[in-house]
Nanobody
Framework: EVQLVESGGGLVQAGGSLRLSCAAS????????IGWFRQAPGKEREGVSC???????YYADFVKGRFTISSDNAKNTVYLQMSSLKPEDTAVYYC?????????????????WGQGTQVTVSS
């Protein structure tokens, strides 16, 4: 069974940085996509970024140039480096995955979810 565990959330001032981690386990094939979503209070969950096992990456327009996704295959971990954070980035950030190399852009594209980690950006 695929399991995803996020870590690295916290409180940061506007303009600051945080790095989120998603530790993945249970993949039985080499093909996968792991993405990051976020959900702010009263809003729908939205796709932020995604990386696939064959090296494709995706960024939502609202994070391009500020966030960077990467993976460490030896550690089975995907990272989301977030810089130049804004108060509107405040949300619970979720890691999501599926067993293919298609980019995950919407919640319907994910089969597995982590429990989420809170990111709060103060002004």
């Amino acid at each position: 069974e695929v399991q995803l565990v996020e870590s690295g959330g916290g409180l940061v001032q506007a303009g600051g940085s945080l790095r989120l981690s998603c530790a993945a386990s249970g993949f039985t094939s080499d093909d996968y996509a792991i993405g990051w979503f976020r959900q702010a209070p009263g809003k729908e969950r939205e796709g932020v970024s995604c990386i696939t096992s064959d090296g494709k990456t995706y960024y939502a327009d609202f994070v391009k140039g500020r966030f960077t996704i990467s993976s460490d295959n030896a550690k089975n971990t995907v990272y989301l480096q977030m810089s130049s954070l804004k108060p509107e980035d405040t949300a619970v950030y979720y890691c999501a995955a599926h067993r293919s190399t298609f980019i995950i852009r919407t919640t319907q594209g994910a089969d597995y979810w982590g429990q989420g980690t809170q990111v709060t950006v103060s002004s």
